[in-house]
């Protein structure tokens, strides 16, 4: 059974940088479409960036679009996402997640993936970017 765990989270001063982890294990990660997506209490969860199987396309969110960047290492089975330039409204647990057959979502102002694709989740780690 895939399995995704997060790492990394933390408290960063605005400005600063971070970087999650999502690892994957009971499956192959090749074979699967990652997204990163964060949510806030009383909010809606955000999909903020994804990329597919073979980690050359990446997505992103307008709300991180130039400071955040995804990355896939299929042979070490982890998804990275490095988060730049951090704002206190990037304050949110993220979560990754896993998709076979994973769609993009296009509009007229941004491409991501689509959210219901996803089926498989990771249990989240708290990013809190507060001075």
């Known amino acids: 059974q895939l399995q995704l765990v997060e790492s990394g989270g933390g408290s960063v001063q605005p400005g600063g940088s971070m970087r999650l982890s999502c690892v994957v294990s009971?499956?192959?990660?090749?074979?699967?479409?990652i997204g990163w997506f964060r949510q806030t209490p009383g909010k809606e969860r955000e999909e903020i960036s994804c990329?597919?199987?073979?980690?050359?396309?990446?997505l992103y969110a307008n709300s991180v679009k130039g400071r955040f960047t995804i990355s896939k290492d299929n042979v070490n089975k982890a998804v990275y996402l490095q988060m730049d330039n951090l704002r206190p409204e990037d304050t949110a647990v993220y979560s990754c997640?896993?998709?076979?057959?994973?769609?993009?979502?296009?509009?007229?102002?941004?491409?991501?993936?689509?959210?219901?694709?996803?089926?498989?989740w990771g249990q989240g780690t708290q990013i809190t970017v507060s001075s």
């Open positions: 990329t597919d199987r073979t980690g050359l396309l990446k």
């Open positions: 009971g499956g192959t990660l090749r074979d699967y479409a």
């Open positions: 997640a896993a998709g076979l057959n994973v769609n993009q979502r296009v509009t007229n102002t941004e491409n991501l993936c689509v959210e219901r694709d996803f089926t498989t």
